[in-house]
């Protein structure tokens, strides 16, 4: 059977300047390794998260290779927010498990493009593939050559991370209140970048989630940030609210930390990481001090890393073995 093909990791971008943006803030205090009490209240603070959808509506609906498969772009509201996600749904079979794929951010792109390659092959391995738009974008599935797309999702692109996860949840529980064939017990979470990182936090925060996948993601955004600042893609995610006394530091300091997979690592399902050995923008010691805590916590035979000669941008290109490594991993689910 054809491979799924990610289109393109939309990536973060490199510092390129040495302006204090924070000049009246404690940065000590912004960028020190958390503590414990910290790490209990955000654990409190995510089990108080709205994350049941409402307002559900079936946007598109489109038989695909003689209807074999049906692909739905569906609406829904969560927290006072309307989103939109696409799923991909193989018919005549019940009790599917869930692939939920989560794209990576750009400053200013919108759209979560995705390509894929699908045949008919792929009903002798069937699953739901569930792609949300998260907040502030959109979906632009291209399937076999024919582009779907949804409308902009309402809410804050920047949220990238804490509030993409709440996001990824969200859709989860919308898929376990609409598809009957859905067997949400049996979800993995996969994605590249940003998108990555969102699986990791999605694997930690909700038990349905068995498997995950990351791809040269952030795993400690308190230390990216406090060494990539200046960049204009960490500004909007996490300091412009700081800067502009929008938001306290204490609540800023929240966000870094409950966007940072590391510190909670203990709660992480099976996991893949896959990461470039010359990626200079998310860094290989990001996946060693992952794994590193994986083995402090005696929970390393849950977790591998992979590392690859590879960029951020290229990791999956020319790069089969990554792909075997994944889908051997995601159909054992």
Not at 49 to 63: A, F, G, H, M
């Amino acid at each position: 059977m054809k491979r799924f093909l990610l289109s393109a990791f939309i990536t973060i971008a490199l510092s390129c300047t040495k302006k204090d943006v924070l000049p009246q803030a404690d940065k000590q205090v912004l960028f020190a390794v958390p503590e414990q009490a910290e790490l209990a209240q955000i654990s409190r603070d995510w089990q108080k998260r709205d994350v049941v959808p409402t307002n559900y509506q079936l946007v598109q609906e489109s038989k695909l290779l003689n209807g074999k498969f049906t692909l739905k772009m569906v609406a829904y509201v969560v927290a006072g927010i309307k989103e939109y996600g696409a799923l991909l749904i193989p018919q005549g079979a019940n009790r599917l498990p869930v692939r939920l794929l989560i794209n990576g951010f750009g400053l200013g792109i919108t759209a979560n493009s995705v390509s894929l390659a699908i045949d008919s092959a792929l009903a002798n391995t069937p699953f739901i593939l569930a792609i949300p738009a998260l907040r502030g974008q959109s979906v632009a599935l291209t399937v076999n050559g024919t582009l779907y797309s949804s409308p902009l999702s309402e809410g804050d692109q920047c949220d990238a991370f804490d509030g993409a996860t709440d996001d990824t949840i969200a859709f989860l529980n919308l898929i376990q209140q609409t598809e009957t064939s859905a067997d949400v017990n049996r979800t993995a979470v996969r994605g590249g970048s940003r998108g990555g990182t969102v699986a990791l936090l999605a694997g930690i925060r909700d038990k349905r989630v068995k498997r995950v996948v990351g791809v040269v993601c952030p795993t400690d955004l308190v230390t990216l940030t406090a060494q990539h600042e200046n960049d204009p893609t960490y500004q909007c995610q996490f300091l412009n609210a700081l800067k502009n006394n929008s938001a306290s530091l204490a609540a800023c300091r929240s966000k870094l930390i409950a966007s940072s997979p590391l510190y909670f690592a203990q709660h992480l399902p099976l996991t893949q990481l896959h990461m470039g050995l010359n990626d200079p923008i998310v860094p290989i010691s990001q996946g060693r001090e992952l794994e590193q805590k994986m083995a402090q916590l005696q929970l390393d035979s849950t977790f591998t890393l992979y590392s690859y000669p590879k960029t951020h941008t290229d990791i999956a290109t020319d790069n089969p073995v990554l792909a075997e490594r994944i889908d051997d991993f995601l159909s054992k689910l």
